[in-house]
Structure formats: structure tokens, C-alpha cells
């Protein structure tokens, strides 16, 4: 394992085919980890989980990353086709209404499963223009149906989508 990235808030290390996360300031318990797991199967845009080792470590899949969304829709050197970049409204909706489906299938009434970190640098766009959420140890058990960052996440998508299509037809 080489390690590769280090922060404040976690340490990432590669593999050829996965990506150990170590956590230093949160914990992904195994009973959440299990239900982002099992809501995340056969979803492409999530980045899919491998193994869980304790609270404060994961595996995941290994992703050939372009740049983050928030990189990607905001340099327009990068050439996203736009796309890609609707695209990420349908997956931005599909994470929110995904987590209410499982939410009202497997959990008891009034907890939810959410995602406490819906922002742009946590999608990414890989280099064959797939859109994958990321940081999947932000999912959370609560008695809040919307996590209070989800609202401005959908503000700052439908905004900034509308200048890059506004961009593209001054071409």
C-alpha cells in the first residue's frame, strides 16, 4: 500500500483495484456501513464498497478519477460535455430520493439514512465521464429526512448548470 493522500480528517491509501480510507475525526459504524452498502448495490454512481475493517477504516473501489464535479463544472478548460454535467442533477436527485426509498423500506419509522456532506467535490467524473458520490462514510442515521446541506447542494448544482448552459450557447 503506498499512501497517497492525508488530511485533516482522513488518511487514503491505493491499492491496484481498491482504496483504503482511514478516518482520524469520525467514525463509519458497521451498521451504517452495511446500509449504504446494501443501498449503494447495483448503483453505478456510488462508489461501491469493498470491506469494512472498524469504525474508523474502510475499503472501497478504486476509481480512475478526471476531477471533482465542483473542479470539473467551474474550469471550462476541462471540456465537460454538458452532458455529463445534467447528468449530475438526475444522480444529485436520485442519492436524495434513494436514501428515502431505503430509508422507508428498511429502517423503523422517523430514522433515516442521509447524507450529511452533499457538495460538489464529494461527486467526481471519472475519465470515462461517469459520476460517482464519493466519501460514503457521510452517510448517517437521523430523525431529519434532509440533512440542512442538502437544500443549498441543489441551489449550487441548478446554478451553476445554468451558467455552463447559458456558456455553451454563446459558442
Not at 474502510?58 to 465537460?80: F, K
Not at 447524507?115 to 467524473?125: E, L, S
Request: with cysteine; proline share 3%; hydrophobic share 35%.
Amino acid at each position: 500500500m503506498k499512501k497517497v493522500k492525508k488530511n485533516h480528517t482522513s488518511t487514503i491509501f491505493y491499492n491496484k483495484n481498491s482504496v483504503r480510507k482511514d478516518l482520524t475525526n469520525s467514525q463509519f459504524s458497521k451498521n451504517v456501513y452495511d446500509h449504504v452498502k446494501n443501498l449503494s448495490d447495483g448503483k453505478p454512481y456510488y462508489t461501491q464498497l469493498l470491506d469494512w475493517h472498524s469504525n474508523t477504516s474502510y475499503s472501497m473501489e478504486r476509481l480512475d478519477v478526471l476531477n471533482t464535479a465542483q473542479d470539473c463544472i467551474n474550469d471550462p478548460s476541462m471540456n465537460i460535455p454538458l452532458d455529463v454535467c445534467l447528468d449530475l442533477v438526475n444522480i444529485g436527485i436520485s442519492v436524495y430520493t434513494d436514501t428515502l426509498e431505503y430509508s422507508r423500506k428498511h429502517l423503523p419509522k422517523g430514522t433515516y439514512l442521509t447524507y450529511a456532506d452533499a457538495r460538489f467535490k464529494n461527486f467526481v467524473i471519472t475519465n470515462e465521464y461517469q459520476i460517482k458520490l464519493i466519501d460514503l462514510d457521510s452517510f448517517t442515521l437521523s430523525h431529519d429526512y434532509v440533512h440542512w446541506r442538502t437544500p443549498g447542494f441543489f441551489t449550487e448544482i441548478f446554478m451553476l448548470l445554468n451558467k455552463k448552459i447559458q456558456d455553451a450557447k454563446d459558442v
